[in-house]
């Protein structure tokens, strides 16, 4: 009998702590991968398409954790272009440790692939292959996996000709750091500077403090 509880208690000692829904034992955690099957067809009826400007082949999928803005711990999933997803990942992880909040992060394909849906619900994402404010013909940085929209609600589209989401209206005044905003210089902004992306907040013509993509487009 002793013989038999000293086995459990050396089994109860090497079988992990459980943890809390969400949270991993290192706290931030994401892994790349080639796109899984399911997600493949996924995409398929809705984000990619024949035609599009770069194959399923050349994307990956992020699964990471996030911070929320209820301070929770969360799950989520960007696809991006093959070239970026281990950086891309690096950056989470520093807007993770730097306690930088989330809505959330699903992929596009949720929402039917609509932006303005996506957008609305002040979803972070990153691949859609769709055309650049959805005018023919020519195509997104989004549409190649190489550009990331982060809280679109807290950090709108904003142009003469409005503003997208149209329920980030309160955020177009910058004047007020409120949380899940972005600054040039702040800790998102180093992020994705470090890996050479730059941010649509210091567009010329129209401010997209949402964006940020390889090559400032």
């Known amino acids: 009998m002793r013989r038999f ?11 992990p702590a459980a ?23 996924l995409m398929r009826a809705s984000s990619w398409r024949p035609g599009c400007p770069v194959g399923l082949e050349d994307l990956r999928l992020i699964k990471l954790n996030y911070r929320g803005f209820d301070g929770e711990v969360h799950p989520g ?9 281990d950086e891309i990942a690096r950056v989470f992880r520093k807007l993770f440790r730097a306690d ?12 039917g692939a609509d932006d303005m849906r996506s957008m609305k619900a002040d979803n972070t994402s990153a691949f ?11 195509w997104s940085m989004h549409a190649y996996g190489k550009a990331i929209d982060v809280n679109p609600v807290e950090n709108p589209y904003v142009g003469s000709w409005g ?4 329920n980030g209206e309160r ?17 998102v902004w180093w992020a994705f500077h470090a890996i050479g ?3 649509g907040g210091t567009w010329t013509n129209s401010k997209d403090y949402q964006h940020f993509s390889s090559n400032d487009r």
């Open 77 to 85: 999933k960007l696809v991006v272009h093959r070239w970026y997803a």
């Open 171 to 187: 955020y177009v005044d910058r004047s007020t750091r409120r949380r899940g905003m972005i600054f040039k210089k702040d800790r």
């Open 5 to 15: 509880l000293l086995v459990l208690t050396v089994a109860c000692l090497l079988v």
């Open 128 to 138: 859609n292959c769709r055309y650049r404010n959805g005018v023919c013909c020519t």
């Open 19 to 41: 943890l809390p829904s969400g949270a991993t034992a290192g706290g931030y955690h994401a892994s790349v991968m080639k796109l899984p099957a399911g997600v493949r067809e």
């Open 100 to 111: 930088f909040p989330i809505r959330r992060m699903e992929l596009v394909d949720r929402y």
């Open 197 to 199: 992306w730059e941010w």
């Open 163 to 166: 503003v997208s989401p149209p």
